[in-house]
């Protein structure tokens, strides 16, 4: 279904900026939450098979990226190529569930070929689209409307904006995964990931609705003036046993604002536009 929200939007008359914000607001979400269900299905390292918590740190972070790229794409070129790998994703995870109901969860535990794993062989594959097709068909896609000379942002700070903050926001995490004293990700996988989720989603909306409106996004998402004061106390041993509960508090209060965000700037768009969120009816003109 996807794949119909706007041909069906555009056969009613009821596309908006409303209903493309949902739409890759709501996927700038679900595309963790598909990373996250995936390893739950194939299950974690326990020392002979399964996929250990770094690697699932790493391909959450591989998959978030490429999104980002997308839509930093269209925020330079005015236009959403999506590559299809968004779509591919999808398919092989509905293959995996049909793979695990139907054989059952041994699938992820016996190699596949020369000692290769079914999951090594996805992370690879992973690895590979987006190093050698997604990422470059985005820097080709910019630089093809650099030279048609339709790109909306001269500048190069302006082009690059929208890459700031994310990228900020994986060092920040990075360092947090690899220097925390109680092994934070090991101990909390599923939260942690969760958190990796939601920031990045909350942080994502913003350039889409700057893309969306032709203005420029913040340099520093707010998100990460907290998330750093966090990283450095866990890192430098000042929250000790508490990292774990500092994670769950803080990782709540991401997800409240978030949802918070969203119901805000969906009202705001909604009044804005004269439009009802979930019905094909006009407002009432006050």
């Not at 794993?117 to 409307?145: C, E, K, M, W």
């Not at 929250?239 to 969203?262: D, K, N, Q, R």
Request: with cysteine; glycine share 6%; charged share 10%.
């Amino acid at each position: 279904l996807d794949s119909i929200d706007g041909k069906h939007a555009r056969r009613t008359q009821s596309s908006t900026p409303l209903g493309e914000l949902f739409d890759h607001g709501l996927d700038s979400w679900a595309t963790s939450i598909f990373v996250l269900s995936f390893f739950s299905v194939c299950s974690r390292d326990n020392g002979k098979t399964g996929v250990s918590v770094y690697t699932m740190y790493i391909y959450l972070s591989i998959v978030l990226f490429n999104f980002m790229c997308s839509h930093w794409e269209k925020y330079n070129t005015g236009v959403l190529f999506l590559p299809w790998g968004y779509d591919i994703s999808q398919v092989v995870l509905i293959a995996a569930y049909l793979l695990t109901g139907t054989v059952g969860v041994e699938v992820w535990q016996k190699p596949l070929l020369f000692g290769y794993y079914i999951t090594d062989v996805l992370v690879i594959l992973l690895i590979g689209f987006s190093l050698f097709l997604s990422f470059p068909q985005t820097l080709y896609n910019i630089h093809r409307a650099h030279l048609k000379k339709t790109l909306k942002n001269d500048s190069l700070y302006e082009g690059l904006l929208p890459l700031v903050s994310p990228l900020l926001l994986f060092v920040l995490l990075t360092v947090w995964v690899v220097l925390s004293p109680s092994n934070i990700l090991a101990k909390q996988p599923r939260l942690f990931l969760w958190m990796v989720g939601v920031a990045f989603s909350n942080v994502i909306c913003k350039v889409i609705i700057c893309q969306m409106s032709s203005t420029q996004p913040e340099l520093f998402h707010w998100f990460l003036f907290p998330l750093a004061l966090v990283v450095y106390a866990a890192i430098s041993g000042l929250l000790g046993w508490t990292e774990e509960a500092v994670l769950g508090v803080f990782t709540a209060l991401v997800t409240a604002a978030h949802v918070h965000y969203g119901v805000c700037v969906g009202r705001q768009l909604s009044e804005h536009l004269n439009i009802y969120i979930f019905s094909l009816k006009k407002r009432v003109q006050e």
